[in-house]
């Protein structure tokens, strides 16, 4: 049987394994260790699957290792050999099972791996509201020129540079936006779980959450959901935002109260707001996101890049040899913080 298994061939086609991957993987597997592709379409939307097909479970049976979009339970009860676990997804949530918990198996994830993508998709949808891209695009629906919408007093039009930019988890993903901002002029504070020692002075704990929301010209949502943040943005904070503030949310839906959120545009402080993720996934038809005009929505996809081979095969070729040599793993998850 494999000693390490690969589930990780996505029936998406953008996400599809090429080639050259299972080459790569193949030559960092050291002898005499044995390597099993599941050839089957995986589905790396989200945090992964919930249950397991009858050919990964087959493989695992022996296993040392299983990596996969997301760790069902069925691979954990059925691979009792597993020692280490990889899910190519960033999310965890649904891997954090009672099985995977009580098992001892060590887990990492691609946390990073998405940044790039995902950092990009967020600057769009700053530069969508503070250049009054949807007054172009509505003015453009209704076959108008709309240079008026520009020209008023109240026009919402704005830079980002001198803008003040808060961006609650301040991970992977979370740096490369502040990165993106600050390169155009605006200042950042971010929000992690502990302000650690050696954190620069931008960078808070998350006991200053509320503070960092109600200062905040533009908020960016980029943790996980966790019980801290499950609930983040509640109607109370997002009613102290400040007035033509806007909020883009990358994370997870569970982080924002989305009847609050339509209320804060509608009757509240906010400008605009970005999403890429939701309560419920696909969001059903006719939800009141659809057709208003303040929001930009994209459907999960703002990781979505062709780069994320490049990116994933050298974090699991380089995490093989760390394994196998008895190093610490690279994006080892914190089972008990949960990410």
Not at 91 to 104: C, D, F, H, K, Y
Not at 142 to 164: I, K, N
Not at 218 to 236: A, I, K, N
Not at 309 to 323: G, H, K
């Amino acid at each position: 049987m494999a000693t390490v298994v690969v589930d990780l061939h996505d029936r998406r086609p953008i996400w599809a394994m090429p080639a050259w991957v299972r080459e790569a993987v193949r030559g960092a597997v050291p002898e005499p260790w044995t390597l099993a592709f599941v050839s089957g379409g995986a589905d790396g939307s989200g945090d992964g699957v919930a249950r397991a097909p009858r050919d990964v479970l087959t493989a695992v049976a022996d296993a040392r290792v299983y990596m996969g979009y997301g760790i069902p339970e069925q691979v954990l009860e059925v691979g009792t050999a597993l020692e280490w676990v990889h899910s190519g997804a960033a999310g965890v949530g649904s891997s954090l099972t009672p099985a995977l918990l009580r098992s001892g198996v060590r887990f990492t994830n691609s946390a990073g791996i998405h940044g790039p993508p995902m950092a990009e998709t967020v600057l769009a949808m700053l530069l969508y509201f503070t250049r009054g891209l949807d007054l172009a695009v509505g003015a453009q629906r209704e076959g108008r020129w709309g240079a008026e919408d520009f020209w008023e007093v109240e026009a919402p039009v704005r830079e980002l540079a001198g803008s003040h930019v808060g961006i609650i988890g301040y991970g992977g993903v979370g740096r490369l936006v502040a990165d993106h901002v600050r390169a155009l002029g605006a200042s950042v504070v971010g929000v992690r779980r502990q302000k650690r020692k050696g954190d620069p002075p931008d960078v808070v704990g998350f006991d200053m959450v509320d503070r960092v929301v109600a200062q905040s010209d533009f908020l960016v949502l980029s943790t996980p959901e966790t019980e801290l943040t499950r609930g983040l943005m509640d109607r109370r904070r997002l009613f102290s935002m400040k007035d033509g503030a806007v909020l883009v949310n990358v994370g997870r839906g569970a982080l924002l109260d989305s009847e609050a959120l339509l209320e804060a545009l509608d009757r509240g402080p906010l400008r605009g707001a970005g999403l890429d993720v939701f309560h419920e996934e696909p969001l059903p038809g006719g939800h009141p996101f659809y057709g208003h005009p303040r929001i930009l929505m994209t459907p999960h996809v703002s990781a979505t890049t062709r780069r994320f081979w490049e990116r994933q095969s050298a974090l699991i070729c380089d995490n093989l040899a760390r394994f196998a040599q008895g190093r610490p793993l690279r994006n080892e998850v914190d089972q008990a913080a949960g990410y």
